[in-house]
């Protein structure tokens, strides 16, 4: 029998994302299919800012960011808040639904429409027949659904001028996105890297994601591929606040930087600040694990090299695990340390 196993912090990820290894996804397969699921379970996780990372045999060590972009494209710079600015101008441009789709494009074997299922089930199941529907939209026509038309003139009418916000349709037409090939931190006298997100500048001086640690999508596959997702669904929340667009049951992330008066304005399309969150640890096939901190802070260099000197966890991480003879999830938070078998 092929060994496969996934594991998260959020149970509705869990589930689709162990369902799209069962019916022969990739790791890449069951990242997709988690965050679907976060996107239909919770009203933020459409539009959060994430990244992921996928390293194994065949894809060489591939990183994606999907961080929110500062707003304002097209729209000069208004005149600014003095003090309290309004949730709305703290509203980011969502780019995390288009990695996504990058992501199934590039390293998966499953149709988007079969990830958005198990998203609308998500949503089904927490009594959230508008994001059903725009799940089930977006796995049938892609990112086009969130670009322009219906949901983009909403976005712009809860996060735009008129609600005090800088949101535009310019800055949701187009919002690029692209993998790139992952950094490598190496250990002393080791033949093993320590794999992580390569994107610069990260962060950025903007605004950082709230003080919430990520929900995690790690998975391994039968192939000896492992793949770890970050999503940033507590940043559309501020304060215990949040911005929703009603009639599509979803929330911005509310990471962008406001323009305040006497402040430099931050430039439209900056990306806008996350933690390090995952990284890879690779030892080629002996041992190779996707990890992913749920700590606020991240991870550190000094964590991965821990890991490359002992094969041991970082604090506060879980991880996928696959090795030649052996493929599990382990997790090692609050000290405490347990081990899944995948089948």
């Known amino acids: 029998m092929s060994q496969r196993v996934a594991w998260s912090t959020h149970p509705a990820a869990l589930e689709a994302a162990t369902a799209a290894l069962a019916e022969q996804g990739s790791a890449a397969d069951a990242l997709v299919s988690g965050w679907f ?170 605004a950082a994601a709230g003080d919430l640690g990520p929900e995690i999508v790690l998975a391994a596959d039968s192939n000896g591929i492992v793949a770890a997702l970050a999503v940033h669904v507590g940043a559309a929340r501020l304060a215990d606040r949040a911005l929703l667009v009603a009639e599509h049951a979803i929330a911005l992330p509310l990471v962008a930087e406001p323009v305040r008066r006497g402040v430099p304005r931050v430039t439209p399309g900056t990306r806008l600040a996350m933690p390090r969150s995952l990284a890879v640890v690779d030892r080629g096939a002996a041992f190779r694990a996707a990890i992913g901190s749920v700590a606020p802070e991240g991870l550190d260099g000094a964590a991965l090299l821990g890991a490359l000197a002992g094969a041991e966890l970082p604090w506060q991480a879980l991880a996928a695990l696959a090795g030649s003879n052996a493929l599990r999830a382990a997790s090692s938070i609050d000290d405490a340390r347990s081990i899944w078998s995948g089948a």
């Open 37 to 206: 699921a976060l996107a239909g379970a919770t009203e933020g996780g459409l539009l959060a800012p994430l990244a992921a990372l996928v390293v194994g045999p065949g894809v060489g060590a591939r990183a994606y960011d999907g961080r929110a972009m500062q707003p304002g494209a097209g729209v000069p710079r208004p005149r600014g808040a003095r003090e309290d600015a309004p949730l709305a101008a703290r509203a980011a441009v969502p780019r995390g639904y288009e990695m996504m789709l990058l992501l199934a494009a590039e390293a998966g074997r499953q149709t988007p429409t079969a990830h958005a299922r198990r998203g609308a089930a998500a949503a089904e199941a927490v009594s959230a027949p508008a994001r059903v529907r725009l799940l089930e939209k977006l796995g049938a026509q892609g990112a086009p659904v969130l670009r322009s038309g219906a949901v983009a003139d909403a976005l712009v009418a809860a996060a735009g001028f008129n609600a005090g916000g800088l949101l535009t349709a310019e800055d949701l037409d187009h919002v690029p996105t692209a993998s790139a090939t992952a950094a490598a931190l190496r250990g002393e006298g080791k033949d093993a890297a320590a794999l992580r997100i390569h994107v610069e500048p990260w962060p950025s001086g903007a």
